[in-house]
């Protein structure tokens, strides 16, 4: 400020040469917060039920991680290109007094669709549950199987 009013030389912000991004944090700040309704949102898992896929020349291998979720509560479709794994999760309440600190667990209705790269055999499928780890094994057509071919 006294150099400037000194030598009549404007500062161009010298004493702090990031108050625009300052600024313009504010500003996106009061945007996201009028967006949000004030209440920044938890994060989030993504997708539920998270689900790893992987096949072999026989089979293809559904796996979802369905913690505190019992076998009898899910309901399993599987069609010529995909599977459906949908069900309920419900997490007891805490109470009305509590105070929450962080919640990322939630509960409701889920469903999954994941479609399959070839045919299956619907006939056939199997399911198992352990560890709160679903594994759906679906065996792939016969015209989808891989074939050895020798050559004359």
């Known amino acids: 400020m006294i150099y400037r009013k000194l030598f009549n030389v404007p500062t161009w912000g010298l004493n702090r040469p990031f108050r625009e991004f300052d600024r313009l944090r504010r500003q996106m700040d009061e945007l996201y917060g009028a967006l ?16 790893n896929v992987t096949e072999d020349n026989e089979n293809y ?20 290109a995909g599977i459906s794994i949908s069900g309920e999760r419900k997490i007891s309440a805490e109470g009305n007094g509590a105070k929450y600190h962080r919640r990322e667990r939630e509960a409701g209705k889920f469903s999954r669709l994941i479609n399959l790269p070839g045919e299956v055999d619907v006939n056939k499928v199997e399911a198992s549950m ?3 780890i679903l594994k759906v094994t679906i065996p792939k057509s ?10 004359k």
């Not at 559904?62 to 010529?80: H, M, N, S, Y």
Request: no cysteine.
């Open 130 to 132: 352990e560890n709160g």
């Open 61 to 80: 291998y559904v796996r979802a991680e369905l913690p505190g979720i019992k076998p009898d509560e899910l309901d399993i479709q599987v069609a010529a």
């Open 142 to 151: 016969e015209a989808a199987k891989p074939r050895q071919i020798t050559v």
């Open 36 to 51: 949000s309704g004030g209440v920044l949102p938890m994060p989030s898992a993504g997708v539920f039920p998270l689900t």
